[in-house]
């Protein structure tokens, strides 16, 4: 059964930082992966889709990773802002799932001023 | 851009009653979900439907029912609500065919059984 494990549960950072958040999982069978960002209270907002047979995407100052031989994506966010508090969450799409999402528990992140 | 509302933001409910829980996209798309939110425990599936009239369940189904008569609309039925289902729920909706395609997300509704 595919477990997505997300590390640290929570950072707290200066503004203008550079940071990475991490996402593992345990079958390497996955269809896609994406990051979504979520704000207290809210829904979940796609930030970054990764297909299977690719390594990396982009938007913006966000940048996301994936080695699926080693399980393990990677968010980069660039010259970190206030506004980018907020838990960011992974999700593997199961390559024998139907549509079927299997989500990290999150990061919960803190920029300050 | 894609829109998915939900009936409610915040429910509360007494123990045993039925509870309806309303989802509806506006973008046409073909699947829809419902999840529920636990703190330390992340988005599990509770149910999701690939057409109208179709539904499959997902990682947690016991205690809940759906219902998707039309293709923008799936709800989500708690028969007899129960104090542990007290938690936030999140409808989800993505277009076919799958691959490339994301799930978008509806603002959720916190449900309190008291």
């Known amino acids: 059964k595919q477990e997505v494990t997300q590390i640290p549960a929570a950072l707290s950072v200066p503004e203008g930082e550079n940071l990475v958040l991490n996402c593992s999982f345990t079958?390497?069978?996955?269809?896609?992966l994406q990051w979504f960002r979520q704000d207290p209270g809210k829904g979940l907002t796609s930030l970054l889709l990764?297909?299977?047979?690719?390594r990396e995407q982009t938007s913006g100052r966000l940048n996301a990773s994936l080695d699926k031989s080693s399980g393990r994506s990677t968010l980069y966010i660039a010259a970190s802002q206030p506004g980018d508090s907020a838990t960011y969450l992974c999700?593997?799409?199961?390559?024998?799932?139907?549509?079927?999402?299997?989500f990290g528990t999150g990061t919960r992140l803190l920029v300050s001023p | 851009d894609v829109k998915v509302t939900q009936s409610s933001r915040y429910l509360v409910k007494r123990t045993g009653e039925k509870v309806f829980l309303e989802c509806v996209q506006d973008?046409?798309?073909?699947?829809m979900f419902w999840y529920r939110q636990d703190p330390g425990l992340g988005l599990r599936l509770i149910y999701f439907?690939?057409?109208?009239?179709?539904?499959e369940k997902g990682d947690i189904p016991e205690g809940y029912s759906v219902s998707r008569e039309k293709k923008e609309r799936f709800s989500l039925i708690l028969e007899s609500a129960s104090t542990n289902q007290t938690s936030m729920y999140l409808c989800?909706?993505?277009?076919?065919?799958?691959?490339?395609?994301?799930?978008?997300f509806g603002p959720g509704t916190r449900l309190t059984v008291l």
């Open positions: 999700a593997v799409k199961d390559g024998t799932g139907f549509q079927k999402l299997v």
């Open positions: 989800a909706s993505s277009f076919r065919p799958g691959g490339i395609d994301t799930q978008y």
């Open positions: 439907s690939y057409d109208v009239k179709m539904k």
């Open positions: 079958d390497s069978a996955i269809y896609n």
């Open positions: 990764i297909q299977s047979s690719q």
């Open positions: 973008m046409d798309h073909e699947n």
